[in-house]
């Protein structure tokens, strides 16, 4: 059984996780979540998390060197025997020693059509308010290979939603994160039983 490592944003909500554990509760993932980390101690998603029993880890950021920062979360994952690290709310460039010791064995999930909406600075809300802003019909959600820029690793699945013009920000973002889970679940779950195997390409 394949063995996740997910890794949350500092101020985590967890939605992407939640769905992640729900469906290996279900059986629909063929896996298990060996270790949650994050950076801030407190973040929902690592409560969520220890609620739901499985092991969390918090690698501070904080007066650390991008390299040292590495090193410690390099460790915490490798300690764990993870074969894959999932990307769930987490903001941050991955150190270079973590994408080359993990490379095609870490997977994002971006809640945009990449190469639509990526890139630094468009995470979260302004993402759904560029699209917005915008006026396309369409957005979605990608998961996408990590290397060591951002959003910018090999597409691995995208799932697309309708945007009416008279969606506020919130409807959008709600249909998006809607998208995000099952497409998170899905590609997951193919890894997980194999039918798309690891290094992903
Ligand atoms: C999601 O929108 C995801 O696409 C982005 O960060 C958000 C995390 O949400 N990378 P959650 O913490 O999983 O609820």
Not at 60 to 79: F, P
Not at 87 to 115: Q, W
Not at 158 to 165: G, T
């Amino acid at each position: 059984m394949l063995r996740l490592g997910v890794l949350v944003g500092a101020k985590g909500r967890g939605s992407n996780l939640m769905a992640i554990l729900n469906a290996i509760a279900a059986g629909t993932i063929p896996g298990q979540v060996a270790v949650v980390i994050g950076s801030l101690k407190g973040a929902p998603a690592l409560e969520a998390a220890a609620l739901a029993g499985v092991e969390t880890v918090v690698v501070g950021t904080v007066n650390r060197t991008d390299d040292e920062y590495g090193e410690v979360l390099l460790r915490a994952i490798t300690k764990r025997d993870v074969d894959l690290i999932v990307l769930a709310g987490y903001m941050r460039r991955l150190p270079d020693m973590v994408t080359t010791n993990y490379a095609g064995r870490i997977i994002n999930i971006h809640p945009s059509l990449l190469p639509a909406f990526g890139g630094h600075g468009m995470y979260g809300r302004k993402v759904h308010e560029a699209v917005r802003a915008s006026g396309i019909a369409e957005t979605g959600c990608t998961v996408h290979v990590v290397d060591n820029e951002y959003d910018h690793g090999a597409v691995v699945a995208q799932r697309r939603v309708d945007v009416s013009p008279d969606d506020s920000v919130d409807d959008i973002a709600a249909r998006v994160l809607g998208a995000e889970h099952s497409l998170l679940v899905d590609v997951i779950s193919d890894i997980c039983s194999g039918l798309r195997p690891l290094p992903l390409a």
